[in-house]
């Protein structure tokens, strides 16, 4: 098992930045690749951007590709989430997942949350 905490959230005017990160413990040398989601009021959950371990090969939902960049440290076992350019509707819980052996199927490993809050 793996455990997950995020943190560095809190409010921000539009235009603004903020870096989250999501520290890991437990079997974490099984990750094979984290991810970013985030869920707003009334809405579904949106995947925002994964990693593969050793962070050659990243992804980004277009919604935030150009403005997020998702990185890791591997020697503090840190997933880290930059936020620059943020906008209104970037408003949310942002959650950091991770997949164990290989990146594939549903995300079973979850934190839980930390609040953006992004004023207009």
């Known amino acids: 098992q793996v455990q997950l905490v995020e943190s560095g959230g809190g409010s921000v005017q539009a235009g603004g930045s903020l870096r989250l990160s999501c520290a890991a413990s437990?079997?974490?040398?099984?990750?094979?690749?984290m991810g970013w989601f985030r869920q707003a009021p009334g809405k579904e959950r949106e995947w925002v951007a994964t990693?593969?371990?050793?962070?050659?090969?990243?992804f980004y939902a277009a919604t935030v590709k150009g403005r997020f960049t998702i990185s890791q440290d591997n020697a503090k076992n840190t997933l880290y989430l930059q936020m620059n350019s943020l906008k209104f509707e970037d408003t949310a819980m942002y959650y950091c997942a991770a997949h164990l052996g290989i990146c594939s199927g549903d995300w079973k490993h979850w934190g839980r949350g930390t609040q953006v809050t992004v004023s207009a």
């Open positions: 437990g079997y974490t040398n099984s990750i094979a690749c």
């Open positions: 990693i593969y371990t050793g962070g050659v090969r990243v």
